[in-house]
């Protein structure tokens, strides 16, 4: 048997989309509201009383006053307050409820009754309940509402409780008149109940079905990260093996061996060690989605990340004769994130300007201080990317098609690994580019303030 569920807990199945803290904002913000609407009547029955309609006027400025006092006392608890639980906002959201449907069916029984189009603000109080209580409680609210107001009708009518006229026809006199305001007042509370209570039936099961689907979502990206993990781990002592093997076998034997079978060899070597550079790719990039933003609190200059990734391209690019240019601002500041992480974002993409680069091209590296952070561009003078191939890029095993032409080696992992990292570390990736004429990636990241 599963384990029963206590009280609190099967009321808080029943709030899927409510929490404590929701809760105490909505709170937050009735009190203040309510201020409003306090000094609204004031200023409204100011106006009244300097007209010359006879009201109870002392009655209604000591209800006025103790509005007043109870959200002063509202507005002193949660000033103060510490801890939120569901159950005691829900308990404390239920007595502000209540408290202003008692103090506003008083003020419409001191400001004419029926004659008095006050029984109105009765909606927000129902529409406000119809979105956080669930199931039929709305509808318990709405029926508390009806019948505060339906007793008060009759009570005046009946003479059991003064009426205070502000119409000389004394339009609380007539039974028709009683009958139809109620009536449509019933039909008015009511019908809004069951409207908003529908739209919040499908409003909480498409949440519902949407965090369901999130929850499926995330737990399959984490069984695919680990598919990557385990599947790249047990193949890369295999591939190992065998390109070890070969490559013994070329160094041992390979002068000796037919030119065919030689070439053969190579072959498997090469595509050997293609297939170490994926299953490296593949790991590092399902280290990078499990990682998250859980990076490390290390402040990085990233000019001097940026100079060891152009070191380590400098012997391909002098041999195609593409030369490195190197713009920066002033005071650029320091980045916070993960070093390595770093080292991998930025290599990958100053290897792809010089990979993908022409002879004789330039590769461009710009650092620029922006307001909300630092951008780095790397341009190349290369094959560029299709307009419409540009979205697919960052896409695992994905290659533009001339990327493919150009060469055939790659794993089209790279991309994928940046993006993911960019994102780990709260920034943000561009691309501009034009076939035949070069590409510009951009990468934004938010500064680190050095404590």
């Keep these: 048997m599963g384990k029963s569920l206590s009280f609190s807990e099967r009321i808080g199945e029943q709030f899927t989309l409510l929490n404590a803290t929701i809760l105490n904002s909505r709170i937050i913000w009735s009190i203040r509201w309510r201020w409003v609407a306090n000094i609204g009547f004031f200023l409204l029955i100011l106006i009244s009383r300097s007209s010359g309609l006879q009201l109870d006027y002392d009655s209604i400025w000591l209800t006025l006053i103790f509005l007043a006092s109870l959200n002063l006392i509202y507005q002193g608890i949660y000033r103060y307050k510490k ?71 009759w009570a005046e009518y009946s003479n059991l409780i003064m009426h205070h006229c502000i119409y000389k026809g004394q339009l609380h006199e007539s039974p028709v008149l009683n009958i139809l305001i109620v009536a449509i007042f019933f039909t008015t509370v009511f019908l809004t109940t069951h409207i908003c209570t529908s739209f919040m039936k499908l409003f909480r099961k498409s949440q519902r079905e949407v965090t369901a689907l999130n929850k499926l979502l995330l737990e399959k990206e984490k069984e695919k990260s680990s598919f990557y993990r385990y599947t790249s781990h047990e193949l890369k002592a295999p591939v190992v ?18 030119e065919q079978s030689r070439q053969l060899l190579k072959r498997a070597s090469l595509r050997a060690g293609q297939m170490l550079s ?41 041999s195609r004769n593409i030369r490195f240019e190197f713009i920066t601002g002033e005071d650029i500041p320091k980045v916070r994130g993960d070093k390595n992480s770093l080292e991998k974002l930025f290599g990958n993409l100053v290897g792809n300007a010089v990979r993908y680069n022409r002879d004789g091209g330039t590769v461009r590296i710009r650092i620029i201080k922006k307001e ?58 561009e691309v501009e580019s034009f076939p035949e004429k070069g590409s510009t990636f951009r990468v934004c990241l938010p500064p680190g303030e050095e404590k």
Excluded at 137 to 148: D, E, R, W
Excluded at 244 to 258: E, F, H, M
Aim: aromatic content about 10%; some cysteine; charged content about 20%.
């Design 83 to 153: 801890k939120y639980t569901l159950m005691g906002e829900l308990a404390f959201i239920s007595i502000h409820i209540f408290m202003d449907i008692l103090i506003l069916t008083w003020l419409i029984h001191l400001t004419g009754g029926i004659e008095n189009p006050l029984y109105f603000f009765y909606i927000f109080h129902i529409i406000i309940s119809s979105i956080i209580f669930p199931r039929n409680l709305p509808y318990v609210v709405t029926t508390f509402v009806f019948v505060l107001f339906a007793v008060l009708v």
């Design 372 to 429: 909300n952070g630092v951008c780095v561009e790397i341009s190349d003078e290369g094959i560029g990317i299709a307009v419409e191939e540009q979205e697919r890029i960052f896409d695992p095993f994905y290659r533009s098609a001339a990327a493919k032409e150009f060469t055939p080696v790659g794993t089209g992992l790279g991309l994928s690994m940046v993006r993911q990292i960019v994102d780990n570390l709260g920034g943000r990736i």
């Design 241 to 258: 093996s065998i390109k070890t093997s070969i490559d013994a076998v070329l160094a041992a034997s390979g002068p000796k061996l037919p």
């Design 278 to 318: 994926m299953l490296k790719e593949l790991l590092e990039l399902s280290w990078q989605q499990s990682k998250g933003r859980n990076v490390s609190s290390e402040y990085i200059d990233l000019q001097e990340i940026l100079n060891l990734c152009v070191d380590l391209e400098k012997a391909v690019a002098e």
